[in-house]
């Protein structure tokens, strides 16, 4: 089980700030869909030049286009791409085979997914690397986690790994992690904390307590 790091609201001089605070404690490190918006893929390529140990994924969410933004991702330093869960196959094809072609992997964020076990068990069949259940900002903001859905993921995905994000905190990672998903991603829960290394350090601990159960 890795944990990865999501770098949302900030610019790439802060993100390396937050990275270099916490880089012991995290395998992966997420250039968020903002920071992507705001700084392009250069912010990829920054983090990557600057932590060369650490995976960093490209959170572009991909909804066309899959081949070529996989392409342009992966030459910036990305290890994994996002492609949604919600597009086409078509698209989750091109973004896979891109992928490959230049060793890196695809993370199907599966947000707004109406039918999660019907589309995870079809898209487990094209052959991505991860899926990953995701509760957003906006239904965060109403109340909504993606525990209930990590469950329903690792019941049917058969081939990929498995993944979840959204809100998840130091209070609730113990939940996360006894239903053994793949990847924990985790954004605010690190940095929206006065004490980043400390919070990450227990993430970590725990995380490593349930890999030797
Ligand atoms: O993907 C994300 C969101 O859509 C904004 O881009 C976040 O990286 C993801 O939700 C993890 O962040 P937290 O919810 O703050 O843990």
Redesign the pocket.
């Known amino acids: 089980m890795k944990l990865q790091l ?1 770098l ?1 609201l900030v610019n790439i001089e802060e993100a390396k700030a937050v990275v270099k605070e916490v880089e012991e404690f995290i395998d992966i490190v ?1 250039i ?3 920071v992507v918006i705001n700084e392009g893929l250069r912010a990829v390529k920054e983090i990557k030049e600057a932590f060369p140990s650490l995976s960093v994924l490209a ?1 572009l969410k991909i909804m066309d286009a899959g081949a070529y933004e996989v392409m342009k991702a992966s030459e910036a330093g990305a290890s994994i791409v996002t492609v949604l869960g919600a597009t086409n196959d078509s698209t989750i094809k091109g973004a896979v085979e891109e992928a490959k072609k230049h060793g890196s992997e695809v993370l199907i ?1 599966m ?1 707004n997914v109406t039918d999660l076990e019907k589309r995870a068990k079809e898209v487990d069949e094209l052959g991505v690397d991860y899926i990953c259940v ?4 906006d239904l ?1 903001a109403e109340g909504e986690n993606p525990f209930e859905q990590l469950q329903t993921i690792k019941r049917v995905v058969k081939n990929a790994k498995t993944a979840v ?4 905190k130091l209070s609730t990672l113990p939940e996360v992690v006894a239903a053994a998903p793949d990847l924990v ?5 690190i ?1 929206g904390q006065e004490d980043k290394k400390a919070v990450a350090k227990e993430m970590q601990q725990l995380i490593r307590e349930a890999a030797t159960v």
């Open positions: 999501a949302d997420e968020g869909t903002p959170d964020d947000i995701h509760t957003g900002y965060q994000a959204g809100g998840i991603i985790v954004g605010g829960g940095t």
